[in-house]
């Protein structure tokens, strides 16, 4: 413990440096990357001037940001699995929050340098579980990082010791605390944290870094791993907690996102950035439930990979169609409340779901469009209206979901714009049909040439 002692003296000396000195815009060049195998399919506009923005209440003694933004945000919520990171990257300017477990090191920084990263301007590590630090120290050792800003709690773990050791080591890196902390980016619009808002969180998850920013009428709530007591205290601090895009926080635990939190952040759009089959059962169904009672739609990493949201400030897009929440296989019928003045006849509930997939061109080139073809059909091949059917294309480096509804021919068509997906290299498209809690399964593929 003397070593950890130590470190944490290093640290406080750091943090009273980092906090006289301050870092300019970036000179690192954008990147020439899109966000991956698959191109941008969805797009919202928020409403336009017709309905003005909202004045936002600034905390006392903070002035609001006056610069209208320049060219675009774009956020990628990086699948890493049962983990966070996440690259804010405008023209000129990077920066990270959380960097995985241990294991995507690597990966998060060959994410990166596809992105174009050559340094960061900003790193945030919202806390010290591994999930959310572990591959920090790989990005610390392949990039200069200008400024950073942590949690302020300290956790005796040999990666997030080796985190620190890292820290007190780069010179060039200013390294402070979360208080009062605003960062400006040189587009336009500003990352402003809000949290931790106490220093004595029992849970290490609550004691996240939560961090909001403004891109025109655009902004983002990230919220780390924080869960309801620390939602309760940013709700009760009076901030402005508004957020086009809220990063659900805790990977979707049921232990927050609380009704009332979600009432002060009034989200269009929710990313959860979660496992697949992860042992905690993130996200939680009843998370999943209040986010779309709260009119969010969902997106998230364990069935559509990477999420890369791409805004202008006044609208945004998305790499993925919103993910379909379908109610569970088992959830029970649903009972009529009033008695019906006529028995009507009962719908034939399929017992059976057959799935067909086809693709429009097995070999398509790069950068061109591929559309899956679904016809789902009952165990006695009638077609089925209303199914909700999603793909999945296993692309090489990652997996692409897009969900449709089946027509009264118990047909979909699901386009895919593949932009520089690797030649040769078979894409596998699963498909999952899903009628009154039947399901059935199908597969095609289609090799990029
Ligand atoms: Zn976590």
Not at 407 to 416: E, M, Q, S, T
Request: proline fraction near 9%; charge should be neutral.
């Amino acid at each position: 413990m003397r070593r950890s002692r130590l470190l944490v003296g290093l640290l406080v000396a750091l943090l009273v440096v980092g906090l006289v000195s301050s870092c300019g815009p970036g000179t690192s060049k954008p990147g020439p990357g899109g966000p991956g195998d698959s191109s941008p399919s969805q797009a919202t506009t928020l409403p336009p001037a017709a309905s003005p923005p909202q004045p936002e209440p600034a905390p006392p003694g903070t002035p609001a940001p006056t610069t209208a933004p320049s060219g675009q945000l774009e956020v990628h919520v990086i699948d890493v699995g049962q983990a966070d990171a996440i690259l804010l990257k405008t023209p000129g300017w990077y920066a990270l929050i959380d960097g995985g477990n241990v294991a995507d090191g690597p990966a998060v920084v060959g994410y990166l340098k596809g992105q174009g990263v050559k340094s960061l301007d900003l790193l945030v590590n919202t806390h010290p579980h591994e999930d959310h630090v572990g591959g920090l120290p790989a990005v610390l050792k392949a990039f200069p990082v200008k400024r950073v800003i942590f949690s302020g709690y300290v956790h005796t773990t040999r990666i997030y010791e080796e985190f620190l050791e890292l820290l007190t080591r780069a010179k060039e890196t200013s390294v402070e605390g979360p208080k009062g902390q605003v960062v400006t980016l040189p587009a336009g619009g500003e990352l402003r944290i809000l949290g931790p808002l106490r220093k004595d969180y029992e849970d290490l998850n609550d004691g996240s870094v939560v961090a909001r920013l403004t891109f025109g009428q655009v902004s983002f709530l990230f919220m780390g791993d924080a869960e309801a007591r620390a939602e309760e205290d940013l709700v009760a601090s009076g901030a402005e907690l508004r957020a086009t895009i809220l990063k659900v926080g805790h990977h979707g635990s049921d232990s927050g996102t609380t009704e009332a939190f979600l009432k002060k952040v009034q989200p269009k759009a929710a990313v959860i950035s979660v496992g697949k089959g992860n042992d905690y059962g993130h996200p939680a169904p009843e998370t999943l439930e209040r986010l779309r009672a709260a009119g969010a739609d969902v997106y998230r990493t364990d069935e559509q990979g990477t999420i890369v949201i791409t805004t202008d400030g006044k609208g945004f897009k998305v790499n993925n169609s919103p993910w379909a929440i379908t109610p569970p296989a088992n959830a029970p019928p649903a009972v009529p409340t009033a008695p019906a003045t006529s028995p009507a006849p009962a719908p034939q509930a399929p017992t059976a779901l057959r799935v067909e997939a086809s693709v429009s061109n097995p070999t398509p080139a790069q950068y061109s469009t591929v559309t899956v073809y679904v016809v789902v059909t009952d165990q006695a091949g009638k077609p089925i209206e209303g199914a909700t059917v999603t793909t999945t294309a296993h692309y090489k480096s990652s997996d692409t979901a897009h969900s449709g509804v089946t027509g009264a021919d118990g047909k979909v068509a699901i386009d895919y714009r593949i932009s520089r997906a690797t030649k040769g290299f078979t894409v596998r498209v699963n498909v999952v049909a899903e009628k009154s809690g039947v399901v059935g399964r199908g597969e095609t593929a289609f090799t990029p040439r």
